[in-house]
């Protein structure tokens, strides 16, 4: 939720979790790649590794707790 007056904080959770391209794109991470993976392909693991785009739907919520981004 936007913030009402004052000044505007980064939220740190999702500084942590969030890069801003310098184009105002956003990164984030995958999911599935913190355990079972002995089931998972070379390939598969591999991707996850790389970092994804966060859906158009998504992109304002995050840079709304990204101000200064």
């Not at 969030?18 to 998972?40: A, D, S």
């Not at 158009?56 to 101000?67: F, H, R, S, T, W």
């Amino acid at each position: 939720m936007p913030r009402v007056g004052g000044k505007a904080k980064t939220r740190k959770a999702v500084a942590k979790r969030f890069k801003v391209t310098g184009t105002g794109k956003v990164l984030r991470r995958h999911q599935g790649k913190r355990h079972l993976l002995q089931g998972k392909s070379r390939k598969r693991k591999r991707a996850l590794g790389k970092a994804g785009l966060v859906s158009d739907a998504d992109i304002k919520n995050v840079k709304e707790n990204l101000p200064f981004h």
